[in-house]
């Protein structure tokens, strides 16, 4: 310190410290000047930002509650439609179930049914006996079970081996066993117009085609040309005489009128004239899928097998109303029983019925031809 401060500074009296504390005590701290302090700023803004970070939580918070409160009735309404849709499947799959076990227990109980009437006749080893009404008695014991019963059907390499039956409408036996009991895949019968004992010019035999081996569903096989060379021959008794038929057409037809530009085959008219029969097997070769060699004139008497077929179904359109039709000749008196099938040849282009054109695309070679009317039946 210098000398000058020195003595200043000794010269510091009471006086002057008194006067200080005058000054201190009349002194204005409102006059003094807020002065920005940058570090206080920034504490406030850490602060509010701390703030903003623990309230934005609870924001979101809040609207996580009110999106997943939004969210539970449709999951609630989601959870019932799965619900629902599982107890359709599982009630659709047992249903489905049920049907299939009642199909295969329909079909094991026909088949079982057929056999034990079948079992009846074959064990009697006397085809030939008859009783004094004229009935063979191999038949006795079915026609005594039933009345109705009037023949019995065999071809070879096929499940049909069959009692005939006749009732009073072709409906009767549609859905009906031997017995009469309902039974869905029905039996074979012969049209109701038809005679026994001697026989129509056209005997017309009906079976189901249950898409199996029972009735008339092998009669499909005929289909095959190769299939008809193992079994060109067909054994219809009834239960007066014993009969063979050779088979001389095989074809599709519709049983409704609409199917086939308004026009219906009318093969299952029992009372055909020779002359009318004539014109008849001319139709039928314009129709057969093959041609079998198989000659006939117009004295002979025919055998008609009809079945419903699936193979003119047209997609889209649900079932056709069709048939699939054997046609076979009696074998005449004195005429060998055996046939040459090397003779038997396909036919390239057969006369199907236009809903068959329809359902493969096809233009119809034969419409505006002809058709055939029975003689005799009104239309």
Avoid at 82 to 101: E, H, R
Avoid at 159 to 187: A, C, E, M, Q, R
Avoid at 290 to 296: C, P, S
Wanted: glycine share 4%.
């Amino acid at each position: 310190m210098s000398e000058k401060d020195n003595l200043e500074f000794n010269n510091f009296s009471v006086a002057d410290e008194d006067d200080i504390v005058r000054k201190r005590a009349v002194f204005d701290e409102s006059q003094l000047k807020e002065v920005d302090n940058p570090y206080q700023n920034s504490h406030a803004e850490s602060a509010a930002a701390e703030k903003t970070q623990t309230e934005a939580p609870s924001e979101k918070k809040d609207e996580n509650s009110e999106s997943e409160n939004a969210e539970k009735p449709k999951k609630k309404r989601k959870s019932v439609i799965v619900t629902v849709i599982m107890i359709f499947a599982i009630i659709c799959f047992v249903l489905s179930g049920m049907i299939i076990l009642k199909s295969i227990y329909d079909t094991k109980k026909n088949i079982k049914n057929n056999k034990e009437l079948a079992d009846s006749v074959n064990s009697i080893e006397d085809n030939t006996a008859v009783g004094a009404d004229g009935i063979f008695e191999k038949y006795r014991a079915l026609y005594n079970q039933n009345p109705d019963f009037v023949g019995w059907i065999r071809i070879p390499n096929t499940s049909i081996n069959h009692p005939v039956v006749k009732g009073d409408t072709n409906d009767f036996y549609l859905h009906k066993g031997f017995d009469k009991s309902y039974d869905v895949k029905g039996s074979i019968f012969m049209d109701y117009r038809d005679h026994v004992d001697v026989l129509c010019k056209n005997t017309i035999l009906y079976g189901h085609n249950n898409l199996d081996t029972t009735m008339f569903s092998d009669l499909e096989k005929y289909k095959d040309l190769e299939f008809y060379k193992t079994a060109p021959v067909i054994e219809f008794n009834t239960i007066y005489r014993n009969y063979k038929w050779k088979i001389i057409a095989v074809f599709y037809t519709n049983n409704l009128e609409k199917d086939d530009n308004d026009y219906a085959l009318n093969y299952i008219y029992p009372f055909m004239t020779d002359d009318s029969f004539e014109s008849y097997y001319a139709e039928l070769m314009l129709r057969s899928l093959y041609f079998t060699g198989v000659d006939v004139v117009k004295t002979d008497k025919i055998l008609t097998l009809s079945t419903c077929t699936r193979d003119m179904d047209i997609k889209g359109r649900g079932e056709t109303d069709a048939r699939f039709v054997v046609v076979a000749r009696m074998v005449r008196n004195g005429e060998a029983e055996e046939v040459d099938t090397s003779k038997a040849l396909s036919v390239a282009s057969p006369k199907y019925p236009q809903v068959w054109y329809d359902a493969h695309g096809t233009q119809n070679p034969y419409l505006g031809s002809p058709r055939w009317y029975p003689e005799g039946v009104e239309y």
